[in-house]
């Protein structure tokens, strides 16, 4: 991909990032197989998509720091599990932005839906990806939930340099793990599988195996 196209304008840069988000392949991203036997729950993230002096960025959150919360303190993208009264996994991304930044949906233009990906706590989530046209935006966060955010440029994110690739062991399975070691913030897990995947889609990214493996030996 050339790099120039991280710097192209909104209205030349959405439509064309609209087609190639429909040309990925929809099947489920699952690491985890027979590793995660119980039923997935739904839930969904959006992507903040912003273009901010003359580049693409994509935002970020940070966890606040709960001593009971297994995802205490990692960065995230907003969002969370499907709500009873919801239909669709967009109508979950949106309220979960502005429930935890203050980002209306009325502010979110959508791009479009990548994949589902199944985490290691056991929620197929479906990223969506949404415009911010907006920028700065007067965001309210939820203290509770999100500590800070940030942003970090699509270009930095497409440079293999910042990516680390490990396998894991969970249970009878090793699983591959993502890792971006950005300046700000570890970067890891489901939201660093996500960014892949949409990286892929911009053609900005190899498409590696999800396939995870047999662990030999004990799995204690």
């Known amino acids: 991909?050339?790099?120039?196209?991280?710097?192209?304008?909104?209205?030349?840069?959405?439509?064309?990032?609209?087609?190639?988000?429909?040309k990925l392949d929809p099947a489920p991203r699952d690491?985890?197989?027979?590793?995660?036997?119980?039923?997935?729950?739904?839930?969904?993230?959006?992507?903040?998509?912003?273009?901010?002096?003359?580049?693409?960025?994509?935002?970020?959150?940070?966890?606040?720091?709960?001593?009971?919360?297994p995802h205490s303190g990692q960065v995230a993208f907003p969002g969370g599990r499907m709500e009873?009264?919801?239909?669709t996994t967009d109508q979950t991304a949106l309220r979960e932005a502005e429930e935890e930044l203050g980002l209306a949906r009325i502010h979110v233009e959508l791009v479009g839906m990548l994949p589902r990906h199944r985490t290691a706590s056991n929620y197929w989530v479906t990223p969506w990806v949404g415009y911010v046209p907006y920028w700065p935006y007067p965001m309210r966060l939820q203290p509770e939930e999100v500590a800070e955010t940030f942003l970090v440029p699509l270009a930095w994110l497409a440079d293999t340099r910042h990516l680390e690739r490990r396998w894991r062991p969970l249970g009878p399975?090793?699983?591959?793990?993502?890792?971006?070691?950005?300046?700000?913030?570890?970067?890891?897990?489901?939201?660093?599988?996500?960014?892949?995947?949409?990286?892929?889609?911009?053609?900005?990214?190899?498409?590696?195996?999800?396939?995870?493996?047999?662990?030999?030996?004990p799995t204690a």
């Open 1 to 22: 991909m050339n790099p120039a196209r991280f710097r192209t304008p909104p209205e030349a840069f959405l439509p064309w990032l609209r087609d190639q988000i429909r």
């Open 31 to 69: 690491p985890f197989g027979p590793a995660l036997p119980a039923e997935p729950r739904p839930a969904a993230v959006l992507m903040p998509l912003i273009y901010t002096q003359g580049q693409w960025h994509l935002l970020f959150l940070r966890r606040t720091e709960q001593p009971h919360d």
């Open 84 to 87: 009873f009264t919801e239909t």
């Open 173 to 217: 399975r090793l699983v591959p793990t993502y890792y971006y070691h950005h300046p700000h913030a570890l970067i890891w897990g489901a939201t660093a599988r996500i960014v892949v995947t949409f990286l892929h889609a911009l053609g900005a990214m190899p498409e590696f195996s999800e396939e995870g493996l047999p662990r030999l030996g």
